[in-house]
Structures are given as C-alpha cells and as structure tokens.
C-alpha cells in the first residue's frame, strides 16, 4: 500500500479511451497499438474502466478483454474504476452495492493493481448516507483484496460530491490509497475536498480537466485525468513544472493544457469523450474508424475541426 503511494505520486495516470467503431464494437487491433504507444510515455500508471473508457457500458467480457490488453502492454500500475454497469438489473442500493463489487472481483481476477469506485449516486439523499459509503469502500477492499481509490464525481455526471467529513473518513481506512476530485467545475467542493485529505498522507489526485493547474495549487499532488488519453506530454508538463518549483514553466505548460481543455471539456460536457478520440485520431493513437464514442451526443463536424485546430496551433 504504501509503496504504491510512493510509485504513484507526483505521477500522471491517464483515464484511457477505448477504441470503438461507430456501432460500439471495440477496436482490439487499434487497442493493442493505443495501449503500447500510451503505456511507452512518461506516465505512473493508468486507468481502465474510468467514465472516459466508457466502463461501465462494456459487457463483462470485454471489460475483462480491454483489461487484459492493458495488463499485456505494461508493468505499470492499473487502476480499474468499478460501479455499476449500465446492462446491470440493479434497482436497489443493496443491488447496486453487489454489482459494485462484483465488478471490483473481476478487475482483481483480471490483474488490476487498484480500484476505483464509482459513488453511488442514491446514498447522497439518505440519512445514513455517509455511513453506507464508508461501508461500501470497506467491502470493496474485503472482498477484491485491491486498495481503493475514493471518487468524488460532481453530481452533473451522475455522482455524489462528498463531504469533507466522509472524505476524511474514506481517508482513513488502511485500504485506501487516496481520493480522487471531478468537480468539473466547483471550485469550491474541489478546495474543500483536497483540504479534507491534506493531512491523511494519501494520495489526493486531481480529476480536473478544467480546474487542472489550478488544482495542484490548492493540494492535488497525482493526476488521474480523461485529457490525458491524449496528447498526455501536456498533463506531464504541467505537474512536473508544479512538483519542481518551475513556477514560470507551470504558468506557461498550464495555459498550453488549458487551450486543449477548452476544445475537448465543454458542454455536452458528455461529448469529451468523443472530442478525446478525435484528437487520439491526430495524434495518429487510434485509426480513424475506431475513433468513436457511440454512448455520447451527436457532435457537429465543427467540433471535431476545432479539436483539430486547437492540436495544430499547440504544435506550430
């Protein structure tokens, strides 16, 4: 555990793409050359099954495909993020718990180093809210053996913004490694949680696309970042500027990685996903016809042009 937390902080883990053609088959030929070009950059680990993978749409067997590919093409850490997935019969908090860890065993069966677990959304509203959160964690760790990391994901995306108080109480259980903020864009909630994790001596690891830079400045010391699944040199520059006391190059790396965010992060926000594979696309990461998000809005052409720009003015 504590090893771990040394391997992984100060590093960036991007939340990885999975290729797909537009009927939502997935791409395993483009997978294996996206996974050893990304797994070959200067990143601490990664993250499969994340929001940007589209996790928790793929069906068991190719969660456990896209999982084993991943593991083939690196030593480094793997974070696998567990939930509920969208074909579960869940109806319940009960059933949604067991299909949470049902999910956390395959990833532990499939080689997963860490998980990290989706909120689940329904606990927010309920009086004893924070204490079956807690409890969810614990039965995570118990029954996949695997360290956590917590996910603070803002409420648009369907999550539960945790309170300081539950964050510090997530933060202290042995199995935990850290906490994770996807704010997007709340300010506020994302000072407040890092705050609440300060002291802990864990991991407290940015999830802000939008709020990138400014989120080291208020205490994230990791990045696990969906802008990361490409053109990941840009989330590298900016973290390693900050950890170095480069405050120059942090202002200059943060406002590169900032034009990227603005041309990928923005309303459909859902639409980011698709707006990553396009630029993987440029990149030459995934061929074009596996550059598809079919679980995300229809987007314009324009919006793949700027996308397109936005790449080409970052590298005259």
């Known amino acids: 555990m504590h090893a771990l937390v040394s391997q992984l902080r100060g590093t960036v883990l991007p939340a990885v793409a999975t290729p797909m053609d537009a009927s939502g088959v997935v791409a395993y030929d483009a997978l294996g050359s996206y996974a ?83 909120p689940l959304a329904g606990l927010a509203a309920l009086p004893d809210g924070h204490a079956q959160a807690v409890a969810l964690h614990e039965r995570v760790a118990l029954e996949s053996g695997l360290p956590l990391v917590g996910f603070y994901l803002h409420g648009e995306a369907g999550g539960y913004p945790y309170p300081p108080a539950l964050i510090r109480d997530l933060l202290a259980l042995d199995a935990m490694l850290g906490v994770k903020t996807a704010t997007l864009d709340r300010a506020i909630g994302c000072q407040d949680a890092l705050s609440a994790g300060r002291s802990s001596g864990k991991l407290l690891i940015t999830g802000e696309d939008r709020m990138y830079g400014p989120s080291f400045m208020w205490g994230a010391d990791t990045a696990l970042v969906g802008i990361a699944a490409a053109q990941v040199s840009l989330s590298v520059d900016v973290l390693r500027a900050w950890t170095s006391g480069d405050h120059g190059g942090f202002l200059a790396a943060s406002e590169r990685l900032d034009r990227f965010a603005a041309a990928t992060f923005y309303a459909p926000i859902e639409g980011y996903v698709q707006r990553m594979l396009w630029a993987a696309e440029w990149e030459g990461l995934v061929p074009a016809e596996a550059a598809h998000d079919p679980y995300g809005p229809d987007l314009p052409a324009s919006e793949r042009a700027a996308v397109v720009r936005c790449l080409e003015e970052l590298t005259t």
């Open 36 to 118: 050893s070009a990304l797994a070959s950059g200067p990143i601490g680990g990664l993250a499969v099954w994340a929001h940007t993978g589209r996790g928790l749409y793929l069906s068991a067997g190719d969660r456990a495909r896209v999982l084993a590919t991943w593991r083939q093409a690196t030593s480094l850490p793997v974070v696998a993020g567990v939930g509920v997935p969208r074909s579960s019969a869940a109806h319940s908090l009960a059933e949604a718990a067991d299909a949470t860890v049902a999910m956390a065993r395959q990833a532990a069966d499939g080689g997963a180093d860490a998980v990290m677990v989706y």
